[in-house]
């Protein structure tokens, strides 16, 4: 079968590997450490105002969180810290860097279906060397035709890449786990969109659920059943 | 005059705009901080040794560095240091991502006056958000038909630019300050390059100078001199 020129659009963390679960049990090991001075509530609360406010200067990633997560950690304790346990910060970020690259089941199988016929594209967001790590680490580079990492994924910039790789927006599919940051955005600009839920999504990745929009939004469970759904959406 | 097929590329950080005097002035601030604990040798040789051994993980820009100058503080004192101090040497990284953009001088001119008649293309290292808000504050923006911000500036990366952009190496220019990443890979390709010494190189992108190459290596000591170098170089 000839490659057609239908692009899909692959989101990599949380829709093609693990992600938000090694940041989960970094959350995890910070509130032990924390837990003498605060409830596990607070502590949470107050690292996700400190990285809200801090995203626009640090962006996304490992490495602006471990900044925020030392910063809240002097402000949780009134400076009561000790060097030795903010060295242990440093040290969960650095783990969470070199940390394996964990597949979601089905993810090199579903890939290896549809690069044959379909121009895919992985679009992902965060620190330009964590990710392409974990590509690297992934195995699954050589399905794509491009890799691009952005710092944000909105409508502007799905809608410059579309302009970079000749995409029209209706013959773009985009698959993710976000719908904030890979459904609305692409169904906004005209395109479709296959939302896989994560069984967790970080805060700021919330988002309400759209309209149903025939024909361009599907929701479905597994990546294996994305290329019967990339079949049905093709054909249309 | 028509746009050449010919391609110049671009170096950021002090070739367009001073970024080692920003990591200078913070520098002479961390060596204040430890000056009690440490000569400014040692800190500086120290925090050298760290930034090395963490580059693989955590690549380019200010919150790599960031995160390396509190291990290295927390190193140096045995733990001494206090959670204010480490607090503020979060808010020296902060400072220094949201510090103004300053221009070399002739920056503006001498892109617009060549910007009509090459493909010009900024290629930069770094934290992506980072790179991308420098770029946005400068002003410069306007003029580059792309901008491509890379984990590395080695030969593969120069490699891959050329095949993403269809640009033949011989038909290539690279204007840069560092001899390490703007002009040995690229020279290594068969591309030509243009150093423009800033006064002052981090330790690691230092490097020997290359034999000669006539009508391929050109070392100016202004950007107002490129346009002169340019149309020596494209009439070979």
């Keep these: 079968m000839a490659v057609s020129d239908l692009t899909i659009g692959f989101d990599a963390d949380d829709t093609l590997w693990h992600n938000e679960v090694i940041f989960e049990q970094t959350h995890e090991r910070y509130r032990a450490l ?3 001075y605060h409830d596990a509530a607070t502590v949470d609360r107050t690292l996700f105002v400190t990285e809200m406010r801090n995203l626009e200067l640090y962006g996304y990633g490992i490495k602006g969180f471990t900044l925020s997560s030392i910063e809240t950690a002097i402000e949780l304790t009134r400076g009561r810290i000790s060097a030795e346990e903010i060295r242990q910060l440093i040290g969960l970020g650095q783990e969470m860097l070199a940390h394996p690259v964990n597949l979601l089941e089905d993810a090199a199988e579903t890939l290896a279906a549809l690069a044959p016929s379909y121009r895919l594209v992985l679009i992902t967001k965060g620190d330009l060397r964590d990710q392409e790590r974990k590509l690297a680490k992934s195995g699954l580079a050589g399905h794509f035709r491009h890799v691009e990492i952005v710092s944000e994924k ?3 910039a799905y809608g410059r890449l579309f302009r970079r790789h000749a995409i029209e927006p209706a013959r773009f599919l985009m698959v993710g786990n976000s719908l904030k940051s890979d459904i609305l955005p692409v169904l906004e600009l ?3 969109g296959v939302h896989i839920p994560y069984h967790l999504t970080w805060a700021a990745e919330r988002a309400e659920p759209p309209p149903a929009h025939p024909g361009r939004l599907f929701t479905v469970q597994y ?3 994305l290329p019967d759904v990339v079949r049905s959406w093709a054909g249309k």
């Design 154 to 156: 909105d409508a502007g």
């Design 190 to 192: 005209g395109g479709a």
């Design 34 to 36: 924390l837990s003498r």
């Design 223 to 225: 990546l294996r059943e």
